[in-house]
T-cell receptor, first 114, second 116 residues
Framework: GENVEQHPSTLSVQEGDSAVIKCTYS??????FPWYKQELGKGPQLIIDIRSNVGEKKDQRIAVTLNKTAKHFSLHITETQPEDSAVYFC?????????????FGRGTQLTVWP | ETGVTQSPTHLIKTRGQQVTLRCSSQ?????VSWYQQALGQGPQFIFQ???????GRGNFPPRFSGLQFPNYSSELNVNALELDDSALYLC???????????????FGPGTRLTVT
């Protein structure tokens, strides 16, 4: 099955700085890579996703890049704010008969200091 | 906020008991997946329901079972509870049947299960 690894496990940045979280995956058939933000006591919230036919996607302060050859993808958050503090999860999935079973990384605890 | 709701919010059970968790999917979504999230870990896939049938299962024993109803809501049942079943149980809904393309999955707030 798929194996998703995520680094770092914790990340502390000053408000206004950038944050980068990196993930690798093992299954070359994976073609969908979402990122989730999970705040304390809440369910994961989809913040951005990318499909394998695209190398980069941006949504305001958040961007995701994908390198299919190296099997890694990254989340970039610019101009970080204290409300960005949360646990971030990357995930990988493929289409087909199982309609999007998600394989998650172990998460990154992001802390943004004011 | 997604349109996915779960009940109850919290639950405390004793080892050996049985539990039923409920999930209502987002409007227009016909597929529900259940995940178990242990403390400090990423969610782990339990199984998925599409058009009222199980459509894929993760590495969980048969005492984890589920149902999906005609309105696409779903239940997760766990029999013979063990201490290790203590976790946050999440459901996620998506629109399936789109020619194999993975649709965005939206999660509910989860049910926190504690087994003592």
């Amino acid at each position: 099955g798929e194996n998703v690894e995520q680094h770092p496990s914790t990340l502390s940045v000053q408000e206004g700085d950038s944050a980068v979280i990196k993930c690798t995956y093992s299954d070359s058939a994976s073609n969908y890579f979402p990122w989730y933000k999970q705040e304390l006591g809440k369910g994961p919230q989809l913040i951005i996703d990318i499909r394998s036919n695209v190398g980069e996607k941006k949504d305001q302060r958040i961007a995701v890049t994908l390198n299919k050859t190296a099997k890694h993808f990254s989340l970039h958050i610019t101009e970080t704010q204290p409300e960005d503090s949360a646990v971030y999860f990357c995930a990988a999935s493929r289409g087909g008969s199982t309609l999007g079973r998600l394989y998650f990384g172990r998460g990154t605890q992001l802390t943004v200091w004011p | 906020e997604t349109g996915v709701t779960q009940s109850p919010t919290h639950l405390i059970k004793t080892r050996g008991q049985q539990v039923t968790l409920r999930c209502s999917s987002q409007s227009g979504h016909n597929t529900v997946s259940w995940y178990q999230q242990a403390l400090g870990q990423g969610p782990q896939f339990i199984f998925q329901y599409y058009r009222e049938e199980e459509n894929g299962r993760g590495n969980f024993p048969p005492r984890f079972s589920g149902l999906q109803f005609p309105n696409y809501s779903s239940e997760l049942n766990v029999n013979a509870l063990e201490l290790d079943d203590s976790a946050l149980y999440l459901c996620a809904s998506t629109r399936g049947g789109t020619g194999g393309t993975v649709g965005e999955q939206y999660f509910g707030p989860g049910t926190r299960l504690t087994v003592t």
